[in-house]
């Protein structure tokens, strides 16, 4: 008999996933002189959650998994400089430029996972879930007599994947799947200078790893 075999999953689950991810962002700007700006950013991150699921369905045949996941840490979404002529203190002119960054903090989610197994060891899934995430702002825009300063926010994202499972007769398993999470778009008020007014739209795609113990 394989060592793989088993009798399914069922009950709870622990475990600890690595994920690759790219954290696409477009940004709209609305300055207080009535200019507008808009851009994109980009950037790839490797991080890690803890997870804990609880599985209902035994042997082949359907059935479902639930969990929350949170990733411990942070992760930048990406930085946009722009350079332009500004006014310094004294009245004069010079090249200035502005850096817009951000990242996302305390991320967690909640997924449900429709699966089929193939066999007591092996099953494809579906996820569906729901993120939420703080974003912190880390921009540098204080130059000469232009400034603004913004505060932090938070935001939902709706998370669809795919993977697939395999299980130790032991109760050790692991799980590898893609998925893309689509955030609210978050908006800011500068309330200092030039209450400039922007808003950022964005979203992620990653490749992730799972290994976890099902009790």
């Known amino acids: 008999v394989s060592a793989m075999a088993g009798e399914g999953m069922s009950g709870f689950s622990i475990g600890v996933k690595g994920t690759s991810a790219d954290f696409d962002t477009d940004g709209h700007e609305d300055e207080g002189g009535g200019d ?125 994947g795919v993977g697939f499972k395999a299980q130790h007769s032991s109760g050790m398993f692991a799980k590898i799947d893609a998925s893309k999470t689509v955030y609210q778009t978050v908006k800011f008020t500068s309330v200092t200078g030039n209450l400039n007014k922007i808003e950022a739209s964005p979203e992620q795609e990653a490749v992730s790893l799972s290994i976890g113990y099902n009790f």
């Open 36 to 160: 507008t700006n808009d851009g994109s950013a980009s950037n790839s991150v490797d991080f890690g959650e803890i997870f804990l699921e609880y599985s209902m369905g035994e042997g082949q045949g359907y059935g479902v998994t639930m969990g929350v996941s949170w990733i411990p840490g942070s992760a930048e979404l990406g930085t946009k400089s722009r350079t332009d002529t500004g006014t310094e203190t004294d009245g004069s002119t010079s090249s200035m430029t502005y850096k817009a960054n951000a990242e996302v903090d305390n991320h967690v989610t909640v997924y449900f996972e429709p699966t089929y197994n193939f066999t007591d060891a092996l099953g494809l899934y579906v996820r569906a879930g729901i993120s939420h995430v703080d974003v912190l702002t880390l921009e540098s825009l204080d130059n000469g007599t232009d400034s603004s300063t913004y505060g932090d926010t938070d935001t939902f994202g709706g998370m669809v």
